[in-house]
């Protein structure tokens, strides 16, 4: 789903609601381009949240005090010109997922996305490329 600001609240209730008891996942957007009301967001129980770029530590704290993974689309960020510190993710012990976004802004390519990641935390702080690989494989297991 849609950041909070873009979607009506009864419509996001209600779309959680739907999603749980059809047993399917429920996924939002959260802070991707300006910080956003936390705390409304891991009260509609969501599955995992999307981008969380402009989280504070404390709004971080609470998504993982509720074990709620956190996908991270790279190449959609650098697309818009947002900075985002990954690994603080990885840091605060984060399930931390990599997936792709806007198919208008990029094609749907893991591997492109994580050779990015891969690429792009040389410059600034080194990543695992094993961690990389998790974040597209394995550690999408707690999702589902």
């Known amino acids: 789903m ?3 600001p873009d979607t009506d609240e009864e419509i996001a209730k209600l ?7 059809a047993k399917k996942l429920f996924a939002l957007h ?13 009260g509609l129980k969501p599955d995992f949240l999307v981008h969380c770029g402009y989280c504070s530590d404390s709004d971080l704290e609470a998504i993982r005090k509720e ?12 697309f818009y010109g947002l ?18 976004d806007n198919g208008m802004v990029s ?10 990641l891969y690429l792009s935390a ?7 490329p094993e961690k990389i690989i998790s974040m597209a494989t394995t550690n999408w297991h707690q999702v589902f």
Not at 30 to 42: C, F, G, H
């Open 2 to 4: 849609s950041s909070l």
């Open 83 to 100: 900075r985002v510190d990954y690994g603080r993710l990885l840091r605060l012990g984060i399930n931390t997922l990599l997936g792709t």
């Open 15 to 21: 779309s959680s609601e739907r999603a749980h008891q």
């Open 122 to 128: 040389k410059s600034c702080a080194r990543m695992d």
């Open 107 to 116: 094609r749907p390519d893991l591997f492109a996305e994580m050779s990015f």
């Open 30 to 42: 959260l802070s991707e381009a300006a910080r956003e009301d936390t705390i409304a967001a891991i």
């Open 67 to 78: 074990e709620i993974s956190i996908a991270i689309t790279p190449r959609s960020n650098a």
